[in-house]
Nanobody
Framework: QLQLVESGGGLVQSGGSLRLSCEVSGFTLDYYAIGWFRQAPGKGREGVSC????????SYSDSVKGRFTISRDKAKNTVYLQMNSLKPEDTAVYYC??????????????WGQGTQVTVSS
């Protein structure tokens, strides 16, 4: 069983920062890529960032490039998303997900429960 648990969401003012964490179990970061996605009410799910199983490749959507940074700690089986210079349009539920590789689909039952990020102003 793959399990992913997000944390670190909350309410922050425009221009502020948050760090999201995705703690994984049932697999190791040696074998799978981890992506961050977000979804606002009434909108589709949007890919935000992804880190490869090797940790050597990262990708970002145009809307967050230069503001967000994805990283991992293999010893803790945790992937992080550092979010700086937050904007109200970043408000969404953020999910982490496991993929075989960043260009592929999310694995079955490979989604976390999500964590709410709300940016005011």
């Amino acid at each position: 069983q793959l399990q992913l648990v997000e944390s670190g969401g909350g309410l922050v003012q425009s221009g502020g920062s948050l760090r999201l964490s995705c703690e994984v179990s049932g697999f190791t970061l040696d074998y799978y890529a981890i992506g961050w996605f977000r979804q606002a009410p009434g909108k589709g799910r949007e890919g935000v960032s992804c880190i490869s199983s090797s940790g050597g490749s990262t990708s970002y959507s145009d809307s967050v490039k230069g503001r967000f940074t994805i990283s991992r700690d293999k010893a803790k089986n945790t992937v992080y998303l550092q979010m700086n210079s937050l904007k109200p349009e970043d408000t969404a539920v953020y999910y982490c997900a496991v993929l075989s590789y960043c260009s592929g689909p999310v694995r079955p039952d490979g989604w976390g429960q999500g964590t709410q990020v709300t940016v005011s102003s």
